[in-house]
């Protein structure tokens, strides 16, 4: 049987899986090191797959994208579940799976995470580890808990210049997924970053429902 279905090597013992999580605030490089990451695996002539949450619960393959305009063929998944799914079609196959804005995802995913590494699976987890108001957002708390390796990236504060890790909202939509960031996301250090801005603080702090995405149609 092959390797890669059994998780063994050649010679029965269990290969190793890894687990490594991209994060830091919007624009700090994420996706742009996802790619790189995943380009490279294909260059040593690795399977490679990746998925990305579909905010808007449509199923259909696409790629993933950085700011400076790179992309990979990614699935897009509405959820867990259908994550697992597209996946273990094709599992024995798969050496590295590549996962994108991985925070819209619910807490399952740290579970799925599990299984995969000890198959012996290379999973690359890119996502914000903050949201808009500054705290933990989603699974990516817990995915840098349980990972091999996190690679925290800033971006540039667009206030002064200084390292950004923050995500800053600005204008006062409270939608939690505004599509097409531009004008509506900044990066913003610890000292600029203003994260009640045009917003009552009650309001600000609640993660709303919509980001659960767990519900399977
Ligand atoms: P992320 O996935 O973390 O949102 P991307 O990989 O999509 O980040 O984009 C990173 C790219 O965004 C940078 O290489 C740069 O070209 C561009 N960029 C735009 N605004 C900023 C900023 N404020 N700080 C750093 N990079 C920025
Ligand atoms: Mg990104
Ligand atoms: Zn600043």
């Known amino acids: ?110 579970h799925l995470v599990g299984e995969l590494v000890h198959m012996g699976k290379r999973i690359l987890i890119a996502g914000l580890d903050t949201t808009f108001t500054g705290d933990p957002f989603g699974p990516i708390p817990a995915l840098m808990a349980i990972s091999d390796e996190v690679t925290k990236l800033s971006a540039v504060c667009i206030v002064c210049g200084a390292p950004a890790i923050h995500t800053q909202r600005l204008g006062a939509s409270r939608e939690l997924v505004v599509v097409g960031a531009a004008g509506v996301y900044e990066a913003r250090c610890r000292a600029c970053f203003r994260p009640y801005l045009n917003a009552p603080e009650n309001e600000q702090m609640e993660l709303p429902d919509a980001l659960d995405l767990s519900v399977t149609p």
Do not use: W
């Open 1 to 110: 049987m092959n390797s890669s279905v059994t998780g063994r090597n050649e010679v029965g013992r269990s290969e190793v899986g890894r687990i490594e999580v991209i994060t830091g605030p919007m624009f700090s490089g994420k996706s742009e090191e996802l790619i790189r990451r995943l380009k490279r695996a294909r260059i040593a002539r690795q399977r490679v797959v990746c998925f990305k949450p579909d905010i808007d619960l449509r199923y259909h393959r696409t790629a993933i994208a950085s700011h400076s305009a790179q992309t990979h063929e990614a699935m897009t998944v509405a959820n867990v579940a259908r994550l697992r799914e597209a996946l273990y079609e094709q599992l024995p196959e798969v050496e590295v799976i590549g996962i994108d804005e991985a925070q819209f995802f619910d807490e399952s995913i740290v």
